[in-house]
């Protein structure tokens, strides 16, 4: 972030905080450009980027002031979804195809993308443990470096574990090509072709290509945006449908930012250890909390070692290197395996090089930065949403990771948004890329992973305009 | 490969090509040290190797004179194997795990193992390719880089196509997780649960073991111990059981090391072209040619897209870094999709190294001395062999590879073998690990992709007895 733009954020939490209220003036420059120590033109700049943001308008001779609208926020949508409750076999992996592969293309605003700005990561000094490992790899690593993985890579993961008060053994950790071919490994091991398995209603759409794969019917369960998946509604659907697995993400899940509280985790193994249903844990984006603390999985309350917690470092840590893992419990022995028959094993120094990061290079110093850069661009892009976006308009307001659900005012189509929005060089996610039966078509998830700059700006009330348009 | 060592094998080499036949008289340590410019204390090391090896004997006060029995072979398979005909469930997997469990301790004697000895490999080059490039990482490249892969591999991969005639596009190369993930992805593409696939009987484990996992079953066809699959045979079994696809090795099969012909690829292709049956091709040891030049794979026949080909540089410049191809002909979307939701991804840096190196470093002049060692281990396993397996013994005397495949007389039993070195600390390759129906329990395979030192030598020696006894 350049000073200007840190400057402007500075004013933005003042303004969303409610210390400077609408109608209030802004410092003049010379002020401001004493009180921060910075040159009168960053602060000039610091202002006009506040303007452009609709935060403040300015009068002449006369100076900034905060306007009346900038601290309104879209409501956040409060019912949770009403799947049909059936069981049902999966076509949507096409859909997502062809929706991914219009926002490949390098100069796409990427709102739809599924990942963070390279740049927020330590790709250099990622990149010199990578090498001081690698020049110096023991060949015989080839060998004992085959699946379950490195062992200090292992050892470094069950330490983390530990930070969060968990008795994870690193013998139970397999090291896989990121959190995607650990989910694999244990639905795989737990079912077989017509199985159904209980998700989120929205979930995410990497696991319904997974279930549509794999020829696994879905059974889509009650989600609140905020709190998560509805236990009575899980509860009735295992009566009815006898479920072979169930698969979540209890942190910050993709797309509605929902998380369970330890209460409700804690209910959930019960429930399911109750009817002995293995829980298949996606954890990626634990460590993206903006909280004080990192919440825990559902695996910290398992006493049957029937949860399955997958995670990864690729959204944490080192996108591109697919280094992830799951600490399967009583499924260890079969994920293994099925890893063995699959990919055999996980690159040998990049496994190195990452347990060498974990050892000595402050993971958890660059872990607080990306948290502060996540939460402030969060909040960037809800004050622009709300600028640009039509009344009625709906937002979830995450308390970790980097996505946003948006429900639009009906009749708003997200399918014909989205086919608009990528021949403009727009992407983004639309609703019914999350469900088995096609439901949210009034709903997109927004990436807000990237810098809030003018052209995404101008790509947000684009999208404004068409949610209008379509509505 | 130590001084005394190359001038033995130099010496070995003469015997076994007859230019010294049995009853010849060594040069005398003198007239060797001047010829060959080494220390008499490097001939004396290296005559008493020989010695050792039991290819000459020393007469006191006179030097040292070939054996009788120093130009001893066993004599190689030749009948086709003769599986019964049946498509059947695959239910070998434990059996394989069971014996490559028993075999993973970095001290057994790795006479079991599927891996060359990494210290053949230039793993430090490879590391400094991986360390210029890790530092240097484009970030971006973690978005750009997704299946199908980094552009300049696959560039450099679509050349080592051509150098053999070949037109393959990089457009059409997936890179993935190491060749079994590739062909993972091409069965997965081209079958559902109980379809019938051919394979060669005996067949490499983790194809039986993939099989079984995807609930396929197997048909078997007879093959030839150098010759490789029966045609006719598979035309049979395809008006039989109509399969839905065919999985091979036409070059150094694992285990057999049995190389189709040009002129038979041709016919495989357009046999199975007849029926519109997908070729899997599994060709991960074409580049450990001992010959003159590298067969083609049966793709480059293929008129009609059927054929997926399948490889990687696991075993032929970068083992544990996880990287293959396959280049699937029609099926590349299929492909390249599927990979998109089992492991999204292979490892950003690792293939930007193996690109840079490709471009620099020498593969080529690496692989003919990858080459030389394995042609020569081979020649020197055949000896122990012949000197310490009963006799009846015959073992297979592949072009290129590192495998040999014996059969003892019976009643030897290899899996009772393959129990009682392991208690010994020398694992091996029992044959119904290569078989559907468990036959071949005669059989075992063994791997000479380690030096032959003292060690290996008397793990050898002990394993003939094992067959004696058992036998």
Redesign the interface.
Known sequence: MKLYEALAEDVAGSIRQGLLKPGDRLLSVRQASAAHRVSPSTVFQAYYLLEARGLVHSRPRSGYYVNAAAVARAPEPELPSQPDGESRSVEV?DLV?QV?ESS?A?DVVPLG?A?VD??L?P??Q???A???T????D????????TPGNAELRRQIALRYRLGGMQVGSDEIVVT??A??AL?LCI?AVT??GDAVLVESPCFY?TL??LQ?L?LRAIEVPTHPREGIDLAAMEAAIARHAPKACWLMTNFQNPLGASLSSERKRALVELLARHRIPLIEDDVYAELYFGHERPLPAKAFDREGLVMHCSSFSKSLA????IGWVAPGRFAQQVA??K???????????QA?LAKYLQHSGFDRHLRRLRKALATQQAQYLDAVARHFPSGTRVTRPAGGYFLWLELPPPADALVIQQRAAQLGISIAPGPMFSAGRSFGHCLRLNCGHRLDARTESALATLGRLARETA
């Open positions: 992996s195809f991914l490949m390098r993308s990942f390279p740049e990561f790709l250099r990622l990149g010199r990578l090498a001081s690698a020049v110096h790899l060949p015989r690593s080839t060998v004992d470096d085959l090509n990121g995607l071919e694999n795989g077989g072709p990497a290509q997974v794969r020829r996108p591109g290197y697919r395996r099925r063995l028959t699959t990919t055999l094993n996980t690159s040998v120094p990049t090089a």
